[in-house]
């Protein structure tokens, strides 16, 4: 009877430790997948358009196409398609592009919204990753959601600290994205 | 032998019970945590930029940026930074912002679309929820996704079922934003 | 002990097909759920008020609200409100309306970034469906996220694919998107 009585007692172990006992509630403390990413974003101001890789597109009554609004900025919104380096060079081999859109939204401080996507192409990766999320700029590392992915990332859930990794003005930033993926499949 | 029998059949009970023995298919009808909030939005006309706490950035051809548009102002959107309360008094201390966006999108009825962030600093709510879905504003209860959240709303998944609970003219509203998860980490 | 034995080894052997024992990972190769749907949009020009679904919204600096800017469309932001229908006929009863919104984000291809909602209302279907995702529209075939959705829908994810299944200038296109739903509940 003992060595069944063992094995059966192991296996609840088991069971409880990684079934959805209690429905809806996950653990799971431990990313299935850790990523470093930088991308740079250039903004156009009338005068670089062979450089920019982001514009604004919106602006409140009180703002302009060029120049980014008073009051923080509020309502300002910026559509981009910035490099995706490895490293914080500006100049690496991008591996792909972020492509979407970060709009400002306070008036008393700096704040924005981001919607956007990573598209990766190279030897590493393939497929898209999705983020959607507040950034509160001004805050040193902020998290955003990982809503969901493609091909290499098919289906992939997570969270991705964000930290400005250099400011230039109101013409150059660069962010440090750290995404860890919790649902890999 | 009995015993053994007796416990693997519960086992075997248990395990079909929670387990994902049909790959995709949950069930998991209870939300594992629920909450309610108002929040509030005083859209700028060109005369409240002291108490605006949204603006029209995007307008249709026929549209500008102080006057909703014709046509159910198809077209207009808005960015906000809208105060959160847990009561529907516009002067109860906030728990948090809601900041994101709202679009208008249907030129024969009010409908908007909706991405934003409940971004909440509370005694007992720290972190991030994130929602995206279609708003058709003139039904009285409708539902949208919650899409992610971090902090106190890592991973978590749901749906907002939102209420307008009160509607001033073209320059105030109130939303009641029932909130319940059903992935909660 | 055999029949034990050989119960508890079935048992397990279920145990790791079907359960997260790897915490994270899943694997599920086949859709629980799939759809495929049409829709239809007709961006407004300035002259085609009656039938335009759609509306620029939003453009750069070097742009306007009635003709899709320069540099592959960089910057545009249209809100469309376009009809769902089960074929690639225009005039087919719609099943529903396909509401959100897509912008132009590159300067040297055409690629957009689309967030928007399927809301369904049909015999077939009742609910709301909602996609984010980058859409490089000179591919064939391109993935974008399905990340939530509500009635039918409820908590709903998965993979849209989308093709181009027509394009009329800078006027029309239609798009067939085959749905693939991963996690059904």
Chains 1, 2, 3 share one sequence.
Request: charged share 15%.
């Amino acid at each position: 009877m003992k060595s069944p009585t063992i094995f059966v007692t192991f296996f609840l172990f088991l069971f409880f430790l990684t079934s959805s006992a209690y429905p809806g509630m996950k653990r799971q403390p431990y990313p299935c997948k850790n990523l470093v990413f930088y991308f740079h974003d250039v903004i156009y101001n009338g005068k670089n358009a062979a450089n920019a890789t982001s514009a604004i597109v919106g602006a409140p009554q009180w703002g302009n196409l060029t120049i980014l609004a008073d009051k923080f900025h509020f309502g300002n919104i910026a559509v981009f398609d910035d490099p995706i380096t490895l490293d914080n060079n500006f100049h690496s081999t991008p591996v792909g592009r972020a492509q979407g859109m970060y709009f400002y939204d306070t008036k008393n401080t700096f704040t924005a919204w981001l919607g956007f996507s990573f598209v990766l192409n190279s030897e590493q990766h393939k497929g898209t990753i999705n983020f959607i999320g507040a950034d509160p700029i001004m805050v040193k590392s902020r998290d955003i959601s990982v809503v969901g992915g493609t091909g290499d990332f098919f289906m992939h859930r997570g969270i991705a600290t964000i930290m400005t990794d250099s400011y230039e003005g109101d013409v150059y930033f660069r962010l440090r994205v750290d995404i860890k993926f919790y649902e890999c499949w």
